[in-house]
């Protein structure tokens, strides 16, 4: 298996505009994670899903953020607008459980730069 | 609410010594404890979990994680340091009560150095 794959690994952007991230996870896992990662506050569960429906997002920090995940095979963190304090890197990742999640494993990130 | 703590932001060691990683943790119920690792420019690699059973886990590359009950902790252990092993390292805990997701300590970064 290709592990979770996503997508830009890099993305810089100008504050104002709308980022997209993209999130492939493992063939199987019914649970998605996305986590933001930065000096000052450490990894930060933003959202997750499960069987595709979010369960919880109470890490989402504002309106600025959005998750969708259409399919088993396909999520996206939107950011519109962006803004400098969004700079990070952004890990997706995924598992599959009875009731509970079991072991996470993670994407390579996406390192977003935001000027 | 489930916690855990990492007490140590870095730890210095040199190759070939032995080398502990420290993990503290605070759960209602039986916990669920994972560590991971993170390597420059990558995402997070499982290392190892406990869930039940002996309190000595052995993990990938040589690591391994003592689970002690009665001082709530879980700290991982390698008898002989690479160099190879300098990188992040997060303690986690399954939260039951949030849908079991996970929540991780700050991280403590490991320099094993020749």
């Known amino acids: 298996d290709a592990g979770v794959i996503q997508s830009p690994r890099h993305e810089v952007t100008e504050m104002g505009q709308e980022v997209t991230l993209r999130c492939k996870p493992i063939?199987?896992?019914?649970?998605l994670f996305w986590y933001r990662q930065t000096m000052m506050r450490g990894l930060e569960l933003l959202i997750y899903?499960?069987?595709?429906?979010?369960?919880?997002d109470s890490g989402m920090p504002e309106d600025r953020f959005s998750a969708k995940m259409p399919n088993a095979s396909f999520s996206t963190l939107k950011i519109q607008p962006s803004e400098p304090r969004d700079s990070a890197v952004y890990f997706c990742?995924?598992?599959?459980?009875?009731?509970?999640?079991?072991?996470?494993?993670f994407g390579p990130g996406t390192r977003l730069t935001v000027l | 609410a489930q916690s855990v703590a990492q007490p140590e932001d870095q730890v210095n060691v040199a190759e070939g010594n032995p080398l502990t990683v420290k993990c503290t943790y605070s759960?209602?119920?039986?916990?669920?404890l994972f560590w991971y690792v993170q390597y420059p420019n990558r995402g997070l690699q499982f290392l190892l979990k406990?869930?039940?059973?002996?309190?000595l886990v052995k993990g990938s590359y040589g690591f391994e994680a003592e689970f002690n009950k009665s001082q709530t902790s879980f700290h991982l252990k390698k008898p002989s340091a690479l160099v190879s092993d300098s990188a992040l390292y997060f303690c986690?805990?399954?939260?039951?009560?949030?849908?079991?997701?996970?929540?991780f300590g700050q991280g403590t970064e490991l320099s094993v150095k020749p």
């Open positions: 759960v209602s119920g039986n916990p669920y």
């Open positions: 406990y869930i039940t059973g002996d309190n």
């Open positions: 986690a805990v399954r939260d039951h009560n949030q849908g079991g997701k996970l929540i």
């Open positions: 899903f499960n069987n595709n429906v979010p369960i919880d």
């Open positions: 063939s199987g896992h019914d649970y």
């Open positions: 990742a995924s598992t599959k459980g009875d009731r509970r999640p079991d072991t996470q494993y």
